[in-house]
């Protein structure tokens, strides 16, 4: 069997994500930008039960898939969602000596992750999810 090219270009795919978060967010660095994403996925990632964190993992990229369960412990109990001033505070806060991420960084994410996902997709799993999840990607623009 060959190999998916999703697999083939994860690498690429996540290299020219991190730049476009980078840009969104306005970090200098790459490495800025893996931290402020990891710190949304996690805030997010709470407050899913653990078949809708597979769900939401496997409409993601390859490698952004993997890096949304990094770290992940399914038997943790899963938090409420919040507003989103409470959510971006929790996203802040995490990791505190290696994050930058602005208050705006949820939607920052959002919109980089919209640009960078297969759209229908995405769309048809976030429609599966409560509405606090769909709000919490959404878009200005859409």
């Known amino acids: 069997m060959t190999v998916p090219g999703d697999f083939l270009r994860a690498s690429r795919d996540l290299e020219r994500f991190l730049v476009d978060a980078r840009d969104q967010l306005g970090h ?6 893996w931290q402020s994403v990891l710190a949304v996925f996690v805030t997010f990632r709470a407050r899913l039960s653990v078949a809708q964190t597979v769900a939401f993992a496997q409409a993601l990229p390859a490698i952004l898939g993997a890096m949304f369960l990094l770290g ?13 001033a409470e959510l971006a505070k929790e996203a ?6 290696h994050s930058i991420l602005p208050e705006s960084g949820i939607a920052d994410v959002a919109a980089a992750l919209w640009r960078h996902v297969d759209r229908d997709a ?6 599966a999810l409560p509405p606090e999840a769909r709000a919490f990607w959404a878009v200005p623009d859409g």
């Open 122 to 127: 995405f769309r048809r799993m976030l429609d």
């Open 92 to 97: 802040m806060a995490f990791r505190t000596d």
């Open 72 to 84: 992940w412990r399914p038997g943790e109990a899963q938090k409420p969602f919040a507003s989103r």
């Open 28 to 33: 200098a660095t790459t490495n800025q930008s």
